[in-house]
T-cell receptor, first 116, second 114 residues
Framework: AQKVTQAQTEISVVEKEDVTLDCVYE???????LFWYKQPPSGELVFLIR??????QNEISGRYSWNFQKSTSSFNFTITASQVVDSAVYFC?????????????FGTGTRLTIIP | NAGVTQTPKFQVLKTGQSMTLQCAQD?????MSWYRQDPGMGLRLIHY???????DQGEVPNGYNVSRSTTEDFPLRLLSAAPSQTSVYFC?????????????FGSGTQLSVL
């Protein structure tokens, strides 16, 4: 069975600091996808990124970057120069591709608070 | 472009009452699912469907029923509400199952069972 662990329950940083959210996953499958979703105070879930298990290239999108390392089963998310609008709950998730097991498994989330 | 539409946004029930949470998507997605979100537990899968007429149980299915008579709709039924079902419910869909597609989420239903 697959599992996603987000050990950091809550993080607070001062605006403009960099912050990294950790995500560790477990699966026996060799083909899978990893996701990050953002849940701002309004409550909706916003898709941020998807990576497949065969692509370990790091990705950068503006102030956001993701570090995928299969060797440590980690998919960490870094926000550079944080802003108050980054305050949200962030979820890491894992999705397998074999028929009958396509569910998206979420971690318990990390609540990020950016202090102005 | 509506996406995934959930109704109602808020609901208060008494213990033992039944109700249906509605979910509709207009993106012709094969895969639909229901999650519940509880503090400290992330999102947990209740039921899912890989196409019309096909449903299956997720991680926490007890006390809930689903059906998928059309591609667009995937209602979640609470048969006899219990306080333990107080939660925020999200419906989500993706174009297909089995290909790692991202899920599109509805805006959620906040349910309180007294």
């Amino acid at each position: 069975a697959q599992k996603v662990t987000q050990a950091q329950t809550e993080i607070s940083v001062v605006e403009k600091e960099d912050v990294t959210l950790d995500c560790v996953y477990e699966t026996r499958d060799t083909t899978y996808y990893l996701f990050w979703y953002k849940q701002p105070p309004s409550g909706e879930l916003v898709f941020l990124i998807r990576r497949n298990s065969f692509d370990e290239q790091n990705e950068i999108s503006g102030r956001y970057s993701w570090n995928f390392q299969k060797s440590t089963s980690s998919f960490n998310f870094t926000i550079t120069a944080s802003q108050v609008v980054d305050s949200a709950v962030y979820f890491c998730a894992l999705r397998l591709t074999n028929f009958g097991n396509e569910k998206l498994t979420f971690g318990t989330g990390t609540r990020l608070t950016i202090i102005p | 472009n509506a996406g995934v539409t959930q109704t109602p946004k808020f609901q208060v029930l008494k213990t033992g009452q039944s109700m249906t949470l509605q979910c509709a998507q207009d993106m012709n997605h094969e895969y639909m699912s229901w999650y519940r979100q509880d503090p400290g537990m992330g999102l947990r899968l209740i039921h899912y469907s890989v196409g019309a007429g096909i449903t299956d149980q997720g991680e926490v299915p007890n006390g809930y029923n689903v059906s998928r008579s059309t591609t667009e709709d995937f209602p979640l039924r609470l048969l006899s509400a219990a306080p333990s079902q107080t939660s925020v419910y999200f419906c989500a869909s993706s174009y297909s199952a089995g290909k790692g597609e991202k899920l599109f989420f509805g805006s959620g239903t906040q349910l309180s069972v007294l």
